[in-house]
Nanobody, 121 residues
């Protein structure tokens, strides 16, 4: 079984920073792309940022310039830091990873349960 577990959410004041971490564990052969998505109340889930195994990054325009996504391939962990947080960054943040469980299987998407980030004074 494969699990993704996020941590680091919470209440942050506007203008503050937040760091999130997501660890993939279980029966894993290889972790390919990893990323962060978020879903605000009443809205669809949207991409925040992704990072390939080799370190190529993409990010949403709404957070560009305010975030850093990184990963540790040995620890199967992806990190997200968002600076200058705004109330509109309030959402549940989900971790996603494309994971092969054996060398013979196709990569499959796995998701964490999410961590709440609330930006409010």
């Amino acid at each position: 079984q494969v699990q993704l577990v996020e941590s680091g959410g919470g209440l942050v004041q506007p203008g503050g920073s937040l760091s999130l971490e997501c660890v993939a564990s279980g029966s894993i052969f290889k972790v390919n792309d990893m990323g962060w998505y978020r879903q605000a109340p009443g809205k669809q889930r949207e991409l925040v940022a992704t990072i390939t195994r080799s370190g190529r990054r993409t990010s949403a325009d709404s957070v560009k310039g305010r975030l850093t996504i990184s990963r540790d391939n040995v620890k199967n962990t992806v990190y997200l830091q968002i600076n200058t947080l705004k109330p509109e960054d309030t959402a549940v943040y989900y971790c996603s990873a494309l994971i092969q469980v054996t060398s013979l299987t196709m990569p499959k998407d796995y998701w964490g349960r999410g961590t709440q980030v609330t930006v409010s004074s």
